[in-house]
């Protein structure tokens, strides 16, 4: 919207001037008016057409390196609940959690339901016998968190890195209980992500609202104010979900 205010304004402005030239500068000057003016013209025309296209390749730069930081995270994620299936919580640092990726077997369990003696029950109506019904999970066998995840590939092991923007940046990773119930949240600053780029660009992508694009401040998996396991990104950047 500011660039087309803009755009109209330069629009007036020259309208006004050629007026203004046509008007009360005298015939002999008018040559030299004009040629200073065509500069103008290009000059605001090439601050303009820059304006623009640099928005536009900001936003292009933008979309492939959220992509490479949102995959890293749905790793981070899955590598999270897969722990969380063995441990009962979520891994607060990431040699916790490339280790348990690294050994880590997930078992396979089946439910079934079956009848068994209800003791009290039974008991209670003077011998006769009353069943009840109980719920069992047996355990089928296992499986390789680094073979189900990451399918062969070592990338697991530098889980921690944000691997675009600013050099050697890492993720945030968080992990404990809401309501006893646990909870993590792993995070990256878009500052970080887009650390070599205007300033006023990445601002204006702190301020996104939008359902296509990643909102707030930060890329985020899960959350430690809610019971959450999902991302703050729209699908349109992965493939993986």
């Known amino acids: 919207m500011k660039v087309i205010i803009a755009i109209?304004?330069?629009i007036l402005l020259t309208i006004g001037i050629v007026w203004v030239i046509d008007k009360f500068v005298p015939k002999k000057i008018k040559p030299i008016i004009n040629v200073l003016l065509w500069a103008l013209i290009i000059f605001l025309g090439y601050i303009t057409y820059m304006s623009v296209y640099k928005e536009i390749q900001f936003n292009q730069?933008?979309?492939?390196?959220?992509?490479?930081?949102?995959?890293?995270?749905?790793?981070i994620r899955d590598s999270q609940l897969a722990y969380k299936d063995?441990?009962?919580?979520?891994?607060?640092?990431?040699?916790?959690?490339?280790?348990?990726?690294?050994?880590?077997?997930?078992?396979?369990?089946?439910?079934?339901?079956?009848?068994?003696?209800?003791?009290?029950?039974?008991?209670?109506?003077?011998g006769v016998e009353t069943m009840m019904t109980v719920t069992l999970i047996d355990t089928l066998s296992y499986y390789s968190v680094k073979d189900s995840i990451f399918k062969g590939n070592d990338r697991y092991k530098n889980m921690m890195n944000v691997g675009v923007g600013k050099e050697g940046a890492k993720f945030k990773l968080e992990a404990g209980t809401l309501d006893d119930i646990p909870v993590f949240e792993a995070s990256v600053e878009k500052s970080v992500v887009l650390d070599d780029q205007e300033p006023y660009l990445i601002e204006k992508e702190n301020q996104v609202i939008s359902v296509d694009g990643v909102?707030?401040?930060?890329?985020?998996?899960?959350?430690?104010e809610k019971v959450f396991t999902k991302g703050n990104w729209p699908k349109s950047y992965t493939n993986k979900e």
């Open 8 to 10: 109209v304004v330069i």
């Open 61 to 75: 730069l933008k979309q492939k390196r959220f992509a490479v930081v949102i995959d890293r995270l749905i790793d």
């Open 86 to 126: 063995v441990n009962g919580s979520y891994a607060g640092n990431f040699n916790d959690l490339i280790k348990f990726v690294e050994t880590g077997k997930v078992p396979i369990t089946q439910r079934r339901d079956t009848l068994v003696l209800d003791e009290e029950r039974t008991k209670l109506f003077g």
């Open 215 to 224: 909102n707030g401040s930060a890329l985020t998996v899960g959350s430690m």
